[in-house]
């Protein structure tokens, strides 16, 4: 209510994973970058083969490459940079349903 100020607000609930057994992508751990740039300096936070993620954030970049920050981690991650053969992140097919309870 506005006397006791916002009671919710909206978070992107897309999940993304970083698999590389899945996309054909190199299988090492990806250093997250600083911005959502090809070019931004690596964070030193990785995420490792397999890994599933919500994200905080989308935005597309230069050439259309697509960068996401992945929900607790520092930094962000990019699908695809046009010079790359496979996906590094990607959307799951299949989104997990999320359920809110709601007492009145």
Not at 41 to 55: E, H
Not at 63 to 82: A, L
Request: aromatic fraction near 12%; include cysteine.
């Amino acid at each position: 209510t506005p006397e006791n100020g916002t009671l919710c607000y909206y978070r992107p609930a897309e999940m993304w994973a970083y698999d590389p057994d899945v996309t054909g992508a190199p299988a090492k751990n990806y250093d997250l970058l600083a911005e959502p740039k090809l070019d931004a300096s690596k964070m030193g936070s990785l995420l490792a083969p397999g890994v599933k993620f919500y994200i905080d954030e989308k935005v597309e970049g230069d050439h259309g490459t697509i960068f996401v920050k992945p929900r607790g981690f520092s930094g962000w991650m990019h699908q695809k940079s046009p010079e790359e053969e496979h996906e590094r992140a990607y959307k799951l097919e299949q989104q997990p349903e999320m359920w809110i309870y709601d007492p009145d």
